[in-house]
């Protein structure tokens, strides 16, 4: 065979899982570990907000002076409870659907790259078509032509 006329080429190989109870509890359990890590931020970010606020009250400084850098101390963070409160939202909108999930249904959980060769005459759309279908972390189907 001519392997001068082959290619080396890089693809996304969709992987998906199956919906199974330990899968769906696992997955809960690390969205709620998330959401719980964000209620922690928030409230050592409003601690350290608070404490910030009493220091420039007692720095000495003329009042307009203290007013200006408390509106900035509460401007940067009220932005960063934002940040914080718009993940922990997107990461409640994912529990809910995760709970939603009927047992065996497929659901897209990433992609990973691989390598393939072609060469004339192949189907590059089909080589360009591979899933891998887990179950519980295990690899229950390849999908597509390899």
């Known amino acids: 065979m001519d392997f001068s006329s082959e290619l080396l080429l890089k693809r996304p190989i969709n992987i998906k899982v199956i919906v199974t109870e330990p899968w769906k509890n696992e997955v809960q359990t690390q969205l709620q570990t998330q959401i719980n890590r964000l209620d922690g931020q928030m409230q050592q970010l409003e601690a350290q907000g608070q404490q910030a606020l009493t220091q420039l009250q007692q720095s000495g400084q003329p009042g307009n002076v203290i007013q200006q850098q408390t509106v900035n101390v509460q401007n940067q963070v009220n932005s960063k409870k934002n940040e914080i409160l718009q993940k922990k939202n997107q990461a409640l909108q994912q ?7 009927e047992m065996g249904q497929e659901v897209g959980q990433g992609q990973v790259e691989s390598f393939f060769t072609a060469k004339q005459g192949d189907n590059l759309v089909k080589k360009m078509q591979v899933e891998i279908v887990l179950e519980d972390g295990v690899i229950k189907e390849v999908r597509g032509e390899l």
């Open 95 to 101: 529990l809910d659907q995760i709970q939603k999930l």
